[in-house]
């Protein structure tokens, strides 16, 4: 099991809020991405980070904003979430010399 | 531009029988090629990844892939088929670039 933490698990959370779900390595990667993912359906990279200071935006076009003051730390917020907003979102890191891709559990994001 | 393709979106087998989950790709250049498996509500576990070298690489839980350059495929074998693999499956590649292109996902049914 990677060591890669994700919170919330779960998330159900009204129109118009603003939310952060975390995501942390303790692998001292300096890679770290994140995924949108609908239930069974295919992965979509949203954000991502060669090292600290560093964040992209990736192939999905997002609303959401990332920042990675840390190397261990790549939180991602959605100033005002929408219904639009509901699926899962993945966190990954990977390192020098590692070719994979480690994942956390996931934050499944409910808006109503 | 990196693709994967993952021509059935379903593969049903019989407990005990092989299985063989298909994937092809296209990139420029020497592939980095991989293989998860996801979980219901859980985030993706790598199984096993081609780099350069034997073209059958094995993995975790008794997966193995075989990398075939010519028809740029890299299908993911079982010999013995059980019940607890039943889950959704996942290729990926990744060129001399940072990111992951991942395919749409198979989803393995064994039967019991």
């Known amino acids: 099991e990677a060591d890669i933490y994700q919170t919330p698990r779960y998330l159900v959370i009204g129109t118009g809020k603003k939310i952060t779900l975390e995501c942390s390595q303790t692998m001292g990667h300096d890679k770290m991405y994140w995924y949108q993912q609908d239930p069974g359906m295919e992965l979509h990279l949203i954000h991502y980070?060669?090292?600290?200071?560093?964040?992209e935006k990736g192939d999905l076009s997002s609303e959401s904003t990332v920042s990675r003051i840390r190397t261990e730390h790549f939180p991602l917020t959605l100033e005002s979430a929408r219904p639009s907003h509901t699926s899962q979102y993945l966190c990954?890191?990977?390192?020098?010399?590692?070719?994979?891709?480690?994942f956390g559990p996931g934050t499944r994001l409910t808006v109503t | 531009a990196q693709s994967v393709a993952q021509p059935e979106d379903q593969v049903n087998v019989a407990e005990g029988n092989p299985l063989t989950v298909k994937c092809t790709y296209s990139v420029s250049g020497n592939p980095y090629l991989f293989w998860y498996v996801q979980y219901p509500n859980r985030g993706l576990q790598f199984l096993l990844k081609?780099?350069?070298?034997?073209?059958l690489v094995k993995g975790s839980y008794g997966f193995e892939a075989e990398f075939n350059k010519s028809q740029t495929s890299f299908h993911l074998k079982k010999p013995s088929a059980l019940v607890s693999d039943s889950a959704l499956y996942f290729c990926?590649?990744?060129?001399?670039?940072?990111?992951?292109?991942f395919g749409p996902g198979t989803r393995l049914s064994v039967l019991p």
């Open positions: 980070s060669y090292g600290v200071n560093s964040t």
């Open positions: 990954a890191s990977s390192g020098q010399g590692a070719h994979e891709q480690y």
């Open positions: 990926a590649v990744r060129d001399y670039g940072q990111n992951f292109v």
């Open positions: 081609y780099i350069t070298g034997d073209n």
